[in-house]
T-cell receptor
Framework: GAGVSQTPSNKVTEKGKYVELRCDPI?????LYWYRQSLGQGPEFLIY????????DSGLPNDRFFAVRPEGSVSTLKIQRTERGDSAVYLC????????????FGQGTRLTVV | SQQGEEDPQALSIQEGENATMNCSYK?????LQWYRQNSGRGLVHLIL?????REKHSGRLRVTLDTSKKSSSLLITASRAADTASYFC???????????FGTGTRLTIIP
């Protein structure tokens, strides 16, 4: 596809479970970002990849959150022992090089922890 | 944490009127971008202005940047019902790749 694809679009999970959220960036984009957005708030930065490596993971809230991008394309955000406070829309974005230019966002995954 | 604050938080205007939204930020920036978000899902990039620019135009959009006041404004002229959305400013710093978003302005265009 032409845009950033995120799957699933919606995920409901029980408290304490493990979840994986997937992001397929635009082909050829080396930079990939994960954001989290709560209702009524702006997107909150989680982690930034340049190629396969995490260039900045300062936004990950705690060690239950982890993200990988093993081949420099698809990325997976992993959340262990989910808590109700993790409920939010998780947004992925990619850009050709870095954030000196525009970022292209996916439609997000709405995660609900019950 | 949020870098910017948009003002107002919500704005309702009649179709055809101009809409102005403001953004203030706290630290030095490399560039500032404006994004639109419909229905709380994907964000769409509208315009980017660099720290050495003062004004930029794109179609019905006009963005200004005042680095001395650490503020930016987004003007949408001749508004349309399809402009109804939330608008966010986002900044990136020098040597810092991440985009930091503001709290957003919810714009409603009344037909």
């Amino acid at each position: 596809g032409a845009g950033v694809s995120q799957t699933p679009s919606n995920k409901v999970t029980e408290k304490g479970k493990y979840v994986e959220l997937r992001c397929d960036p635009i082909s050829g984009h080396t930079a990939l970002y994960w954001y989290r957005q709560s209702l009524g708030q702006g997107p909150e930065f989680l982690i930034y990849f340049q190629g396969t490596g995490a260039a900045d993971d300062s936004g990950l809230p705690n060690d239950r959150f982890f993200a990988v991008r093993p081949e420099g394309s698809v990325s997976t955000l992993k959340i262990q022992r989910t808590e109700r406070g993790d409920s939010a829309v998780y947004l992925c974005a990619s850009s050709p090089q870095g954030i000196g230019t525009e970022a292209f966002f996916g439609q997000g995954t709405r995660l609900t922890v019950v | 944490s949020q870098q910017g604050e948009e003002d107002p938080q919500a704005l309702s205007i009649q179709e055809g009127e101009n809409a102005t939204m403001n953004c203030s930020y706290k630290t030095s920036i490399n560039n500032l971008q404006w994004y639109r978000q419909n229905s709380g899902r994907g964000l769409v990039h509208l315009i980017l202005i660099r720290s050495n620019e003062r004004e930029k135009h794109s179609g019905r959009l006009r963005v200004t940047l005042d680095t001395s006041k650490k503020s930016s404004s987004l003007l949408i002229t001749a508004s349309r019902a399809a402009d109804t959305a939330s608008y966010f400013c986002a900044t990136s710093g020098f040597g810092n790749e991440k985009l930091t978003f503001g709290t957003g302005t919810r714009l409603t265009i009344i037909p």
